[in-house]
């Protein structure tokens, strides 16, 4: 054990306080486990649920889910306006390197049409996580920006954009939404609330850099798609009035031209508009239409229901439904004489025809749309009853239709009105009223007397299909009797039958109407040389179902009337309004030949062709100087004639030069065959000679020769064997379309 | 030394034929390095599958680690302790320690700002987690020895042993391991309580390191600002809060039983270190406050059996050594834990056997490995002796 000695003789060099002192130190350690024990106690019970809920803030994600904004559908379900999916181009900044940033920026700003200068800036900005560089871009844009690879610092995301099936078409009405599609004109603002639908959520948990986690919980919110919105506007007919604004637009270098076309049976808006000579408000372009703030602004200007006017002579419909319903005047035994003016409590106001109409019944009055006559019914019936008629048709207070921005128009209080504002609003004068409102009283006076509230939007129908609203024809007030409503149809009927409102006759069918020009008003009074020309028409006359108004404002022609300005208009709108509803014509069209309308002006040159139950269709006011077809041709009721005039500018585009066409070889082709190709070409065939069959053997204008459009071709006939020595047949044609009767007129005028 | 016969079985009795070791340390030990693998699974996979691709990086690495380490530890185990207290094995080891350490301060791989790594071939190596295991037994060999100059209130042992710290703190200073130097730091103070130097002695270095830290504090605020933030992380959430702030989410949200295993939430991307600096808030986060009491008591377990084995040693050497390994392990592990909770300022400090990291299991396990040699040589474990203990004698004898 000598050893053993040794070791412990080293281990009593171990002082027992070493032990104390390790002991001492361990209870130190341990002592401190208790503390921690204690902090952990207070940060695992004392302060969990205060972490927990930070903690759980951090670990979820709150997404909106967005909602679809509910569809606008016309009458027959046509789409006008959807939500559809697009693209947002965003950076991320930090992640976008320095060498990369140029590169980045300098591709973004082609592919975006950006200034490079702001996305370089962007690219940048260190401090922002994430930045919007462009929204709603499409599909192809994106795929371009993927294609390039410009790394983690350039990301897309889907975002929503809304489409309208046809931009132009509906749009002031429709309106538009923020980028964001939230309503913000027309209805899509009025109706927002139906349209935004309720967006939803989606809470997921995530991990720190964003990515949900594969069993994580998810809480889902589903967004509630927006109602979809059905009009009473059916857009094919809308198509037609909105050509046919453009065109009298066009026609009439009018400043603009509104139109609305009603069923006067419910108060339905079948086609509103107002087109502008500026241009139309094209809503998949707001974006870019955003940069002219003002023009948007009057483009998207619904000025049907907008902008009370002063109607003029429409407005004799209500003085007259007013004096028949009152029985103020009798329609058979009224009378009255028309000297050109008449003097109202020392006033002279004037008829438009300053020469008089002469004594005239109550229908002839009418026709002839003539201001004395209706001056002296509106002093009959009274201020008191004519104010009592104007406020049950609905002047002075908007009518309810549910667009927005509607005006009352200005109905000047009846206290205020002496004998001559009387005799004026007689006429139209002295009171303003928006088109709506027109439309609207029109409506009442020919359907049988009864006021409809006129509206545009039929159905509101939810996601899950609940129909939400559902509205119906809402009768405000009989105004007046059915027996008084169906004299002024009758007038009326008269008064495009056989007096101002011709050119609003449409073949086949029985069209009632009235026309009215109106002076425009600025600061100084009465605009000289503003006018509005107005016609409002009505069809079937018998048993009216549609309204058609249309207002030229501002049309820059030689004679402004509502007869020759608005009425042709009408009449082409409500004849396609009543061919889509399948009102079949009652009787068959007729043929008429064709009249010379060379040297009229394009109004007067329209104005007779429309006696023929032709269409006049041209570009420029202006003097005519050829028309297709010629004078004499036969052609059916409704063909258009085109109407070349001196400032029409040619297709082929020379200084001026006129079209010319070359003259093909006719030989051997028959008559009938000789005059198809001629026609077809612009050019008129005159038999030379003696027609006795056999085919063409000779003609006056050689082969490949250039002549101008219209140019006549005179053409041999008979047998083309000259062997044979047989000479023709004399046997002249009857055939009428073979030989028209050619007025030297027709032939052309090369020069301008 | 006189001359000796080395056999085969001179060596086999010498190493196998000492005394068993003491299997609930060890046990202890052990429990805690599976409960570490598990976890640094569970923190890791994560954070490594979205950064290697691969969920088992950490973990593969780790349990190499821990593999070599209780490889280690067994064979270190069976090494007499005596041997580390020769001055020609200690000076080496403190040399080649030193050495390593300026190596990855001046020409290591930096990570984080910091230059604290050596790579030898595709291994990456931390030299200064060694600086604690060699400052222990260092000082340890040197208090043995001059015992008596201690004692008599001569100043150069003094000197010395500050010599030998301030080697390490200076190196490790270089490294910017702040959380290094304080454990390095406690340790250099315990030994030299341990140790019996007086307590003037104690009280003056203790000044000179307030006066140190006040300096360092005075001459770069902004670490005083950081030192501090942990008193009110909410003031800076995004920046000097951050880590704690996630840290006590992930306990907070623990519970009394924890989400349960796996179901961190904090592990994913939120907690950074979650695997290693801050892998007890994951702990606390699956397991709750019964983990982590169950965790705590290991450790005082731990502690409590190296303080066994320390006082129950009859040798100074041996005393000091398992002592102070001990004391290492627990303050490293509770400077852990209570940083997450938020009780001490937030610096990097990784929680012994568990976190990732395997530089720091490997030297852990090695140290451990010495106290159970020490554990071995307890005469009580000795109660069956072995014929050839005779033969021990005389290189016992020297």
Known sequence: MKPSRKVKKRDRKKPVSINKRILATGAVVLLSAVWLIVKLIGVQFVQAEELQQKALSQWMRDTALTASRGEIVDSNGITLAQSGTAYKVLLWPQNISEGERERISSELSRIFNLDYDSVYEKTGDKTKREIVLKRQVSREQVDEVASLKLGNGVATAVDTKRYYSYGTLLSQVLGYTTIDSVGQSGLELSLDKYLSGQDGRMITETDNAGQSLVNGVQEYIEPIDGCDVKLTVDSSVQTVLERALREAIVVNNANNAQGIIMDCTTGAIVAISTQYSEGELDLNNIAEMRSNVELLTKLSRNRVVADSYEPGSTFKIITLSAALDSNAVNKDSYSCTCGGASLVSGQRIRCWRTTGHGTQNLTQSTENSCNCAYMDIALRLGTEKLYDYIYAFGFGQTTESGMLGESGGIVTHEKYILDYDLARIGFGQSIAVTPIQLATAVSAAVNGGILYKPYIVDEIIADDGTVLVDNEATMVRRVISDEASANVREILTSVVDNGSGRNAQIAGYKVGGKTGTAQKYDENGVAEGKLIASFVGFAPADDPKYVVLILVDEPQVGSIFGSTVAAPFVREVMEETLRHFDYLPSWMEETVTVPNVVGMTTAEAEAKLLEFGLEAVFQDEDVVTRQVPAAGDVVNTGTQVLLYTASTVYISDGDGETVTVVVPDLSGLTRLQAYDMLRAMGLILEVQGIYAGGVAISQSIEAGTEVPYGTTVGVSFGTPLPTDGAEPNPTPTSTPEATPALPPETSPTPDD | ?398
């Open chain 2, 1 to 398: 030394m006189g001359k000796m016969k080395i056999s085969l079985r001179y060596l086999k009795e010498r190493f196998l034929g000492q005394g068993r070791m003491d299997f609930l340390f060890f046990g202890a030990i052990m429990l805690l390095c599976v409960f570490g693998l598990v976890m640094v699974l569970s923190a890791s996979y994560y954070t490594c599958y979205k950064n290697y691709g691969d969920g088992f990086h950490d973990f593969t690495r780790q349990a190499v680690c821990f593999v070599l380490g209780l490889v280690g530890m067994i064979v270190v185990s069976y090494v007499p302790y005596q041997l580390y207290r020769k001055p020609i094995v200690c000076g080496s080891i403190y040399a080649v320690t030193l050495g390593a350490m300026l190596i990855a301060a001046f020409f290591g791989t930096e990570v984080y700002g910091a230059s604290r790594w050596i790579q030898i071939g595709g291994i990456t190596v931390q030299p200064s987690e060694l600086a604690k295991f060699v400052l222990v037994i260092v000082m340890a060999a040197y208090i043995t020895k001059n015992a008596k100059k201690i004692s008599r209130l001569k100043i150069v042992p003094l000197i010395i042993v500050s010599i030998l710290f301030g080697l390490f703190a200076l190196t490790i200073l270089k490294q910017k391991n702040l959380s290094m130097i304080i454990i390095l730091g406690a340790v250099f103070i315990i030994m030299l309580i341990w140790g019996q130097f007086k307590w003037w002695n104690i009280g003056m270095v203790l000044l000179l390191a307030i006066a140190a830290v006040t300096l360092a504090l005075w001459m770069e605020p902004y670490r005083m600002e950081r030192m501090l933030s942990f008193s009110n992380p909410w003031a800076d959430p995004s920046d000097t809060g951050y880590q704690l702030i996630q840290s006590l989410f992930a306990i907070g949200s623990g519970g009394l039983f924890g989400k349960g295993l796996n179901f961190s939430r904090q592990k994913l991307l939120y907690l950074t270190f979650g695997e290693n600096d801050f892998i007890f808030a994951i702990i606390a986060e699956e397991l709750g406050f019964v983990g982590c009491l169950f965790l705590i008591a290991l450790y005082a377990f731990v502690i409590y059996r190296g303080i066994l084995i320390a006082i129950r040693c009859k040798e100074k050497f041996g005393t000091l050594v398992a002592g102070g390994f001990s004391i290492i392990v627990g303050l490293q592990a509770f400077v852990h834990m209570l940083i997450t909770v938020g009780a001490l300022p937030t610096t990097g400090q990784t929680l012994p056997f568990i976190s990732a990291g395997g530089t720091s299991l490997v030297i852990f396990m090695v140290m451990m490995g010495v106290v159970l040699n020490i554990s071995r040589q307890d005469e009580r474990f000795k109660k069956v002796r072995t014929k050839v203990e005779s033969k021990i004698v005389p290189l016992e004898r020297k």
